[in-house]
């Protein structure tokens, strides 16, 4: 083997892969990636104990149902695409992307609802779990890693391709379905949860303030604007039980 060549750069051109970068790539998404979505499950779990809906809300959902979408577009090149420069590139962006999305959340979930010791434990893992598996590609392809950078010896590719050993079809799709189980249901659930619990506040505080009306009616029918309305009218019983469902359901 000449002197000036370095063995790594040898190994990356052979047809037989590097056992090293087979292990780390396979570490990453075998195990990182699993863990990864453990703590997102449990994230949620948190999220429902300690009443989003009824906190934070809508707008804190939002930001991770964001969240989860930067994270699932490298997550799916990784699976499906031959990892090359560009691939590389879209997994950095998203996990910088991921990792500012936590940083908004944590902002604005502070002071609005009470992040025990426990989650704040989740977060951390949430943010490293992405970081371990995005070095653990790197390690894995390391020349197309350095040839995005403009080092090293390797041609930087960018060209979007199926996998030349594509990951087999049975692993795919249950890692596919646990993350759609484990991760988009339960926070599109969530979502939805506090989006439901918004609306049925709007329309309590809508009731309450209808039935107010009416009231005033039937106190002072001279002044109000709804033409002496009485205690027995059908408008005035509807409204006041209106807004009184709305305050048992919340």
């Not at 371990?132 to 403009?150: E, F, K, Y």
Request: hydrophobic share 50%; net charge positive.
């Amino acid at each position: 083997m000449p002197e000036d060549v370095d063995p790594l750069d040898m190994v990356a051109d052979s047809k037989l892969p590097d056992p090293t970068a087979r292990a780390a790539e396979r570490l990453a998404f075998s195990v990182v990636l699993p863990l990864w979505m453990a703590a997102g499950s449990f994230d949620y779990v948190l999220h429902r104990r300690s009443l989003i809906e009824r906190t934070s809300g809508t707008r804190e959902s939002r930001l991770h149902a964001a969240g989860i979408a930067l994270s699932a577009f490298p997550v799916l090149a990784g699976l499906l695409l031959e990892i090359d420069a560009g691939v590389l590139a879209v997994m950095a962006a998203g996990y910088v992307a991921h990792a500012g999305m936590s940083v908004l959340d944590i902002a604005y979930a502070d002071n609005r609802r009470r992040i025990v010791p426990l989650e704040q434990h989740v977060h951390a893992m949430l943010e490293l779990l992405p970081f371990t598996a995005l070095s653990l590609v790197i390690v894995a392809h390391h020349d197309q890693a350095l040839a995005l950078v403009r080092r090293g010896r390797a041609r930087a590719r960018f060209a979007l391709r199926r996998k030349r050993r594509p990951i087999p079809a049975r692993a795919l799709t249950v890692t596919i379905v646990a993350c759609v189980a484990f991760v988009a249901l339960p926070y599109a659930e969530e979502l939805l949860r506090c989006m439901r619990y918004e609306r049925a506040r709007a329309s309590r505080c809508d009731a309450t303030a209808a039935a107010d009306f009416y009231e005033a009616a039937v106190r002072d029918p001279v002044t109000s604007r709804c033409g002496g309305a009485r205690p027995g009218d059908v408008a005035v019983r509807r409204c006041t039980e209106h807004a009184r469902v709305f305050a048992t359901e919340l």
